[in-house]
T-cell receptor, first 115, second 110 residues
């Protein structure tokens, strides 16, 4: 089983709909992240969380919200989806520098299309 | 955010060496990383280098770090068709955030 699991893997939705992408991890890491990937732009950070009570905005948080339901679960919501949110979304976890090298471990991604 | 730059495409012949380059702007980076993304998959760590090192070798992979020029490179020896993928460099400092490059799409020609 994957250490970082994202659901769904693919989703097609319409403009204005609310969408939730879910992420769960079995690595026992405190830190979790949401990124989006667009061709030619690399990965851009949407939100990150260092523990259940610590949520931080990343580079491109507008139009998104997150919830850290437990150490192992971090979900990303699009309150009212718009076409330019069509992208590949990744969840990641890390152990931070205090315990290691802050290596990030990624899920397989969710491909979202907003029509 | 920080600027981490890579060229978008690289083509090499099978058996040749590949060199993927990356430049970054933050001189206080603690670790620098190389990730590989195969089609339809997430990113997987290939290797990383601590900022006080100049070179790291791991089997077919060699990482070179030039801190003065803020330049990082990944050399893949004896490149195989299975090495075709997108390669991302990333930097991390203060332990808070990662900054990824745009990714280099490597195509290996049989």
């Amino acid at each position: 089983d994957a250490d970082v699991t994202q659901t769904p893997r693919n989703r097609i939705t319409k403009t204005g709909k609310r969408i939730m992408l879910e992420c769960s991890q079995t690595k026992g890491h405190d830190r979790m992240y949401w990124y989006r990937q667009d061709p030619g732009l690399g990965l851009r950070l949407i939100y990150y969380s260092f523990d259940v009570k610590d949520i931080n905005k990343g580079e491109i948080s507008d139009g998104y919200s997150v919830s850290r339901q437990a150490q192992a679960k971090f979900s990303l919501s699009l309150e009212s989806a718009i076409p330019n949110q069509t992208a590949l979304y990744f969840c990641a976890t890390s152990d931070g520098f205090g315990r290691g090298t802050n290596i990030q471990y990624f899920g397989a991604g969710t491909r979202l299309s907003v029509l | 955010g920080e600027d981490v730059e890579q060229s978008l495409f690289l083509s090499v012949r099978e058996g040749d060496s590949s060199v993927i380059n990356c430049t970054y702007t933050d001189s206080s980076s603690t670790y620098l990383y190389w990730y590989k993304q195969e089609p339809g998959a997430g990113l997987q760590l290939l290797t990383y280098i601590f900022s006080n090192m100049d070179m790291k070798q791991d089997q077919r992979l060699t990482v070179l770090l030039n801190k003065k020029d803020k330049h990082l490179s990944l050399r893949i020896a004896d490149t195989q068709t299975g090495d075709s993928a997108i390669y991302f460099c990333a930097e991390s400092y203060t332990g808070n955030q990662f900054y990824f490059g745009t990714g280099t799409s490597l195509t290996v020609i049989p």
